[in-house]
């Protein structure tokens, strides 16, 4: 039972940093692939990405929710999304993403449909999983 992330992520990057089997790869193109994506088969479920995750968007798979509800300021990273976010990393490198989607406090937002996008991140080949 992998870890995910989900489209809650606005690619901080922290969690790459502290995973210690290195199962953690930033999507590229971002333009294509705008998170961070977990190798399923590398994560050994030590949780300690979810800790330092600042949009708090990973989850173990089996807790993934279908009906998240949203806190404030959150957003979800999706090809829908019309609001551009710019922001910064953990490592204070600037952050564009050009399709957000801005969740209003305790709207609920179905997580679940993004165990398939990291999925298929990885089985698209290495031109996407570089890291
Ligand atoms: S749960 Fe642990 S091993 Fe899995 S991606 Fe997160 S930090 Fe890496």
């Given at each position: 039972?992998?870890?995910?992330?989900?489209s809650?992520c606005l690619r901080?990057?922290?969690?790459?940093?502290?995973?210690?089997?290195?199962?953690?790869?930033?999507g590229?193109?971002a333009s294509e692939w705008p998170w961070?994506?977990?190798?399923?088969?590398?994560?050994?479920?030590?949780?300690?990405?979810?800790?330092?995750?600042?949009?708090?968007?990973?989850?173990?798979?089996?807790?993934?929710?279908?009906?998240?509800?949203?806190?404030?300021?959150?957003?979800?990273s999706r090809p829908?999304?019309?609001?551009?976010?710019?922001?910064?990393?953990?490592?204070?490198?600037?952050?564009?993403l050009d399709h957000t989607?801005?969740?209003?406090?305790?709207?609920?937002?179905?997580?679940?449909?993004?165990?398939?996008?990291?999925?298929?991140?990885?089985?698209?080949?290495?031109?996407?999983?570089?890291?």
């Amino acid at each position: 039972m992998p870890h995910v992330i989900t489209s809650l992520c606005l690619r901080d990057g922290g969690c790459k940093d502290v995973c210690p089997v290195e199962a953690i790869v930033p999507g590229k193109p971002a333009s294509e692939w705008p998170w961070y994506y977990i190798d399923p088969d590398t994560c050994i479920d030590c949780g300690a990405c979810v800790a330092e995750c600042p949009f708090e968007a990973i989850f173990p798979d089996s807790e993934v929710p279908a009906a998240h509800v949203a806190k404030e300021g959150q957003r979800l990273s999706r090809p829908e999304g019309t609001a551009v976010y710019d922001g910064t990393d953990h490592n204070k490198q600037p952050v564009h993403l050009d399709h957000t989607v801005v969740l209003k406090a305790g709207e609920t937002v179905d997580l679940k449909p993004d165990i398939a996008v990291n999925a298929k991140f990885f089985q698209e080949g290495p031109g996407h999983s570089a890291k």
